[in-house]
């Protein structure tokens, strides 16, 4: 039977560096054993919306906790961030904290990118493939001296990081589609997704890993499968359902969302959906019922479960759920 390793989402769009810094020590401290912290320049929501810089908060995180594994969920390593910053940044915190970091990376969204970048959108196509050689990158800067690169989007002449690991820095690609998915089994040392789709979509996404490591001759049963499950427990049912309004976002279609790079228009696009905003996630008073619906995910294969709690009262959320659902997930 597999292990399940559960861990919480700690959210940089909706908590300041100081608040979230406290919540993922009480995460720790109730058992949680990995934190995956979104990376965003902006918000989903310019009200009330919070965006600190996760490459210094991991290091004030590194440095006041002192188990639980650290790690992007996920961070673009293409545009913004130059792939050698990237590399640089985890292999100090890797050095700083040995087997406690883990690097999840993605395409990117216009939301995070354009503003600083201004040029077009690139097409989901070319973010693959800035992905793929940002990944290529950092893994030679992370085990080589004096790296030459001469790739399509980076270039490095004679590029050293003097400060690295004993062990390179694991690479978890996230994907939503199947193109994505087949790049984490060819590039990735694992993968990463979200909750609140068909059970069908999984399926192929992992059979899209398999087929990814297969063309490179890679054990895919060494991969980490990890997935972001987006859960509203509340022992006051009312409240559950209430605390996932906030992120109305996640529930726009892709089509309404894709490009969109203006936090005011995304937050006036989610509020005009707000109604919809409890659709991604599980809701529920009963924890039962929370943990075989989780469990459903971990049937499909995924050992590496990161909780997110969309409401405002973080700490009310990790004292009943960790009370709650992790003993019966634990089971």
Same mark, same amino acid.
């Given at each position: 039977?597999?292990t ?9 769009? +909706? ?9 993922? +020590? ?15 320049? +902006? ?14 908060? %991991? ?8 188990? !639980? ?7 673009t ?7 050698? !910053?990237?590399? +640089?940044a ?13 690097? /999840? ?35 030679? *800067? ?58 069908? %979509? ?18 895919? /049963? ?15 049912a009312?409240?559950? *359902?209430?605390?996932c ?14 490009g969109?790079?203006?936090? !005011? ?7 005009? /959906? ?7 996630f ?8 929370v ?18 709690g969309?409401?405002?009262?973080q ?17």
């Amino acid at each position: 039977m597999t292990t399940l390793t559960l861990g919480y989402k700690a959210s940089n769009e +909706q908590f300041g560096p100081t608040e979230l810094l406290a919540l993922t +020590q009480h995460a720790e401290a109730r058992g949680f054993e990995v934190a995956g912290v979104s990376d965003h320049l +902006q918000p989903w929501r310019h009200n009330g919306g919070h965006a600190p810089a996760v490459l210094s908060w %991991l290091g004030a995180a590194a440095a006041t906790t002192s188990s !639980i594994t650290l790690g992007t969920s996920v961070l673009t390593p293409t545009m913004r961030y130059h792939p050698a !910053i990237v590399a +640089q940044a985890f292999a100090t915190l890797a050095c700083l904290q040995p087997g406690r970091v883990f690097l /999840g990376v993605g395409t990117g969204e216009a939301l995070n990118e354009r503003p600083l970048t201004i040029g077009d959108w690139p097409g989901a196509k070319e973010r693959r493939q800035r992905l793929a050689e940002a990944v290529a990158l950092m893994r030679r *800067l992370w085990t080589e001296e004096r790296v030459d690169y001469d790739g399509r989007f980076y270039r490095t002449e004679k590029a050293t990081i003097y400060d690295r690991p004993d062990e390179p820095v694991p690479i978890l690609i996230a994907a939503s589609g199947p193109l994505a998915a087949k790049l984490a089994g060819r590039a990735g040392d694992g993968f990463i997704c979200t909750s609140g789709k068909a059970p069908e %979509l999984y399926e192929q996404l992992l059979a899209k890993v398999d087929e990814g490591a297969a063309e490179r001759d890679r054990d895919s /049963g060494a991969f980490e499968r990890m997935i972001e499950i987006k859960v509203s427990y509340d022992r006051d049912a009312p409240a559950a *359902l209430e605390a996932c309004r906030p992120w109305a976002a996640l529930a726009l279609p892709p089509e309404d969302k894709v490009g969109v790079e203006d936090p !005011i228009e995304m937050e006036r696009l989610a509020e005009a /959906g707000a109604d919809r905003a409890h659709t991604r996630f599980i809701v529920s008073a009963d924890p039962a019922e929370v943990a075989e619906r989780i469990h459903g995910y971990a049937d499909l294969g995924f050992e590496h479960l990161v909780f997110h709690g969309p409401g405002e009262d973080q700490e009310r959320f990790l004292r009943q759920f960790s009370a709650d659902v992790l003993p019966l997930l634990r089971r």
